[in-house]
């Protein structure tokens, strides 16, 4: 006989429903472990009946080591706000978090293989669709090393910055790395600069500014050059170093770094957002 308290250890030990862990004790004969069986198969069932469902909400994780020097930020997708505020998603996240500093894997894919609580990233992941009954994804993993790293999360952990700074370290340096985290939450820079900036889009963007000034009547022999200014506006707009900060616009990026240690400058950066 399947008691009350059998079904309540049982969604004690897997936070499934009242009803699923009945259901899932009746099936398997009172057996806890089968019945764990039962439900994680429920989970994998709902995650291939979802497979289709974009993930749009979510949560983003960010987190430094001690040393400040490295940095790992995740992104897991959810269906729905309400899920990504909910407390086994949030737990989730975090583990994954730190599953990764721990081992530090190259790949995603190498992330979701590692063990977790006696499954792997991938199971726990799919434990928790049996759970909630909706879509969750991995969606995103990225590391950055540098002299100084800085996180940052935005937005109701919708954005997160990793921001890698070289040239000078220091409290004041962490502090300014927290400035250039928002800076590119607020601004989402392409690149670095013009350099990083891809070659395909420097050359749509030059296309596109001669046949604006084609269109505004000016000269033939003027269009390169007047494209070539309007490029250069692209990339101060558009490439961190060059932006104007947005603290104080009477100067850029480079220039504000510069005032709080000389040579120290942004070596890399790393921005998840999602599009919910």
């Given at each position: 006989m399947i008691t009350a308290q059998d079904i309540n250890k049982l969604r004690q030990q897997t936070g499934a429903g009242m009803m699923d862990c009945k259901k899932a004790l009746t099936e398997a004969g009172g057996d806890f472990e089968k019945a764990i069986d039962l439900l994680r198969k429920k989970g994998q069932k709902i995650s291939a009946a979802r497979a289709d469902r974009t993930t749009t909400e979510g949560a983003v994780f960010a987190k430094t080591?001690?040393?400040?020097?490295?940095?790992?930020?995740?992104?897991?997708?959810?269906?729905?706000?309400?899920?990504?505020?909910?407390?086994?998603?949030?737990?989730?996240?975090?583990?994954?978090?730190?599953?990764?500093?721990?081992?530090?894997?190259?790949?995603?894919?190498?992330?979701?293989?590692?063990?977790?609580?006696?499954?792997?990233?991938?199971?726990?992941?799919?434990?928790?669709?049996?759970?909630?009954?909706?879509?969750?994804?991995?969606?995103?993993?990225?590391?950055?090393?540098?002299?100084?790293?800085?996180?940052?999360?935005?937005?109701?952990?919708?954005?997160?910055?990793?921001?890698?700074?070289?040239?000078?370290?220091?409290?004041?340096?962490?502090?300014?790395?927290?400035?250039?985290?928002?800076?590119?939450?607020?601004?989402?820079?392409?690149?670095?600069?013009?350099?990083?900036?891809?070659?395909?889009?420097?050359?749509?963007?030059?296309?596109?500014?001669?046949?604006?000034?084609?269109?505004?009547?000016?000269?033939?022999?003027?269009?390169?050059?007047?494209?070539?200014?309007?490029?250069?506006?692209?990339?101060?707009?558009?490439?961190?170093?060059?932006?104007?900060?947005?603290?104080?616009?009477?100067?850029?990026?480079?220039?504000?770094?510069?005032?709080?240690?000389?040579?120290?400058?942004?070596?890399?950066?790393?921005?998840?957002?999602?599009?919910?």
């Amino acid at each position: 006989m399947i008691t009350a308290q059998d079904i309540n250890k049982l969604r004690q030990q897997t936070g499934a429903g009242m009803m699923d862990c009945k259901k899932a004790l009746t099936e398997a004969g009172g057996d806890f472990e089968k019945a764990i069986d039962l439900l994680r198969k429920k989970g994998q069932k709902i995650s291939a009946a979802r497979a289709d469902r974009t993930t749009t909400e979510g949560a983003v994780f960010a987190k430094t080591n001690e040393a400040s020097n490295y940095g790992i930020m995740i992104a897991l997708g959810c269906e729905t706000d309400f899920v990504a505020k909910n407390e086994h998603f949030q737990q989730l996240g975090e583990a994954i978090l730190a599953v990764a500093f721990a081992h530090q894997p190259a790949t995603i894919e190498a992330l979701l293989a590692l063990p977790l609580d006696g499954l792997s990233v991938e199971e726990k992941i799919t434990d928790l669709i049996g759970k909630i009954g909706e879509k969750v994804t991995l969606s995103a993993y990225k590391t950055l090393q540098s002299d100084t790293v800085v996180p940052y999360i935005h937005m109701g952990q919708k954005l997160g910055v990793l921001v890698g700074l070289q040239g000078a370290e220091g409290p004041q340096v962490i502090e300014a790395g927290k400035d250039i985290a928002m800076q590119i939450a607020a601004m989402n820079p392409l690149a670095l600069d013009k350099d990083g900036v891809p070659a395909e889009v420097t050359e749509r963007e030059l296309n596109i500014a001669q046949e604006q000034a084609r269109n505004e009547g000016k000269p033939e022999a003027m269009l390169d050059k007047i494209a070539q200014g309007r490029l250069s506006k692209f990339f101060k707009e558009n490439t961190l170093l060059n932006q104007p900060f947005i603290k104080d616009n009477s100067a850029n990026i480079t220039q504000y770094l510069g005032s709080v240690a000389p040579g120290l400058t942004v070596a890399a950066f790393e921005h998840l957002t999602l599009a919910g």
